[in-house]
């Protein structure tokens, strides 16, 4: 017996109505959630933060958006939406100084829509709509994978990161579902099964638009993945979730009928498009990647520190007892720089100041936090003097800790080693 | 790679991947594009920490489950000796704690009120997730 499945039309239609929900979601989202500004702003995209704007806004993305979903062919609303939530969105993220990634999705698929609703022309401006929206959908994941192969690298989905992730972000009680998914997932087999399902999901994403089977595949362990987050998470506000973007995983690759080259009409194009064109395309996305600055990137929507240039040995992710991220004391270990003469220690107090530690067998004039024969010693800094003594004395105490008995020097020199 | 260029819808397909990518690996985070970079970072520290609420049984608690709070100010808490190798934690988290119980503050708590602790807990995850310490950085009431 067959499974039932939808017909080109009704797979526009249902692809259509998800993108106007998910619209509507992420506009009540920009504008319902407060503002936490940053600073004091009176540039135009933070007046556009004011409570009449913000409803404006809303409305326009939703009526629009309604005009856009409830026929073919009307994708002139559709930019009128887009551009709305663009605004909505921005203007958001300008005041916090962050931006929420899980309101992407839904803008991201409409892009897609568009290029293929200006691509096509006849009756069938949906069919390419539907299937550009999947792959800008597919693009979206792609990023998250190559974001986690960039910045964790290759054995990323091993690390603890999937554990910690849902057990940091239990702000509540764990009870019922959520106790059971942090229970699961602070096992080690279940957290890095889920590490490395999810990673090697988003990695192929891509060929989501490409084969039903990965549409299929790869959809479901994504909205697994989101569902889990959903549950086992719940911060101080509530649930992390990303409503637009499992509907959408839904609406767009995993219904019947729908994601897959071969379901999808031959549309009759505009312009032909020559098989330079996706080369090209692709070979600038990968360019960019490649060439992207590994030192520069946000996260949780601020700008990490970017690391000096002039560090030779270049950043370290461990040097014995110290591991970035890592607490010493009161302060945060931001960075492990590797430079000629010395490890640089780059720590964040709580009170928001940086200060930044040598560990040299190279130098002289030794000081206070000196650990034997290793000088350690901190750089000019705005933090007080009591609050640079204190992790100071942290400092050397982990390190002095690790060393025990043995020689200082020929520890620092074994650590510096294995961490390269 | 030359089959998924053979039809027209392959051919746009592929051309908004690699437009996306490029453009948001160019420009970073400009509505709607990104690199979805959160959590890209891989986490090797098994130790990780978290604050909460915790009432007298050592229940934990939403901040916003309290609909008024006397607990102290971020600034006057106790700091609670970090355990070498321990993960900082994700920092809006805490903040988020900080801001929901500052919006819930008041001098008088009223009726009825119990009292409620605020904890640093540490779990290993290298066993288990096993807590392995809980440091009380607070004492003060609440009312839910």
Known sequence: MSRPTLTPAQADVVARWSLWVAFCIDASVCGVIPISPVSPDRTLLFALTHPAARASLIAVVALSGLHFASAERRWRSGIVSLAALVTLAESRFAANGFAERHLFYGAAALVGWLAGAGLTRGPNTGRLGRQLALAALAAVYTNAGLSKLLRGGPLWGLSYTTAATVLEQQGGSEQGLAELVVLAMTSRPVGIAAGVVSHLSE???????????????????????????????????????????????????????????????????????????????????LLAFVLHPLNRYEDYGGTDPVLAEDQPGGPLRRLGPLMVDSRVGAAVIERLVE????????????????????????????????????????EATEASPD?????????????????????????????????R | MPSILQSASGRASATVIGVYVAVAWTVGNLFPFSTFSMYARARWNSLVERTVVVDETGRAYAASDFVVNDCPDRSEWHECAAIPGTAAGIPYIEQRLVQRLAEHRADAVGEPSEPIRIVRRTWDLANGGALVEECEVARCRGRR
């Open chain 1, 387 to 419: 609050a640079v003594a204190e992790v100071g004395v942290a400092l050397h105490t982990v390190i002095a800790e690790a060393v025990g008995d043995r020689d200082a020097c020929a520890r620092l020199a074994a650590w510096r080693s294995r961490a």
């Open chain 1, 339 to 378: 430079a000629p003469d010395a490890v640089v220690v780059s720590l964040r107090l709580g009170s928001g100041e940086e200060v930044a530690f040598r560990a040299s067998c190279e130098a002289t004039g030794h000081g206070r936090f000196d650990v034997g024969d290793m000088a350690l010693w901190h």
């Open chain 1, 203 to 285: 990695l192929a994403a891509f060929l989501m638009p490409f084969s039903r089977l990965a549409a299929v595949g790869v959809s479901t362990a994504l909205i697994a993945m989101h569902a889990v987050i959903a549950i086992g998470t719940h911060t101080h506000d509530g649930q992390i979730l990303f409503p637009s973007a499992m509907l959408l995983l839904v609406a767009l690759a995993l219904l019947p009928g729908l994601a897959g080259a071969g379901s999808v009409d031959p549309p009759q194009l505009r312009v032909d498009i020559p098989k330079s064109v996706p080369r090209t395309a692709l070979a600038a996305g």
